[in-house]
């Protein structure tokens, strides 16, 4: 039984099927073994999750997760590039609706993908601050084998860029409060990308020409950040 939570991802997901079906028949033949493992999966999530469901719902999650990624790239390699970031697009809000069921996040990197082009599409200021306060749930439900990771050979890993995407996005709202949470988590997860980000952040408030209050807020974490690396 379908939670009434996810029936709007379920039905994006038809929508985009018909269209596929329709525009490449030949290709949504392809894809057709993905679409029956997703209804597979979906038919499986508990109709009103639990805490006891949390352990299920994660793996169920991060399993939907990386198959929306694999139909996405599918359909990149097929050059459906649209639709491709269509279906890739449903991991923000199964992100979301894992979250609220109370599940761990184990995979980011479609979900990561999806915010960039979201975050991208919009500049009204209170869209971006309701997007900077949902990265901000997902982030405290992301798995600590993920969130742990201190690791820095990898710029492009999904962690560090959820953290630093929502760092930019909270800035873009002009929130003082949303950018202060996002800079601290910045801080305590990635201590060595943080100089840098408040550096480059400067610049950007005089090249965009920020509000004041914006400008205090990065300021002031750009002095922090400065006055450590002077005394080391």
């Keep these: ?5 996810i029936k709007k991802i379920e039905s994006e997901f038809k929508q985009l099927q018909q269209r596929l079906l329709l525009e490449q028949p030949g290709i949504a033949a392809e ?3 993905l679409w029956d493992r997703w209804a597979e999966m979906l038919a499986q999530l508990p109709a009103v999750p639990r805490a006891a469901d949390s352990v299920q719902v994660s793996e169920q999650g991060a399993a ?3 198959l929306l990624g ?8 097929r050059g459906v590039q649209k639709l491709a970031e269509a279906f890739e697009d449903l991991c ?8 609220n069921a109370a599940a761990e996040l ?5 979900v990561v993908n999806a915010l960039a082009r ?4 919009v500049s009204d200021e209170r869209v971006l601050a309701g997007l900077s306060a949902s990265i901000g749930a997902l982030i405290q439900k992301v798995t600590a084998t993920v969130s742990h990771d201190m690791d820095n050979a990898d710029p492009n890993r999904p962690w560090r860029l959820l953290l630093l995407n929502r760092a930019i996005i909270a800035t873009r709202s002009h929130d003082p409060a949303l950018m202060k949470a996002a800079f601290d988590a910045l801080v305590s997860h990635l201590p060595l990308d943080a100089p840098s980000f408040f550096s480059e952040g400067m610049q950007q408030m005089v090249a965009l020409n920020y509000p004041e209050r914006v ?4 300021n002031h974490y750009h002095q922090l950040f400065s006055q450590q690396q002077r005394l080391h």
């Design 70 to 77: 694999e139909l996405s790239l599918l359909l990149e390699k």
């Design 106 to 110: 184990r995979e980011l990197q479609g």
């Design 64 to 66: 939907m997760l990386l």
């Design 118 to 121: 979201l975050a991208n599409s």
């Design 31 to 33: 894809a057709q073994k």
């Design 1 to 5: 039984m379908i939670p009434a939570e």
């Design 215 to 218: 400008r205090k807020v990065m």
């Design 92 to 99: 923000f809000p199964l992100a979301l609706w894992l979250v």
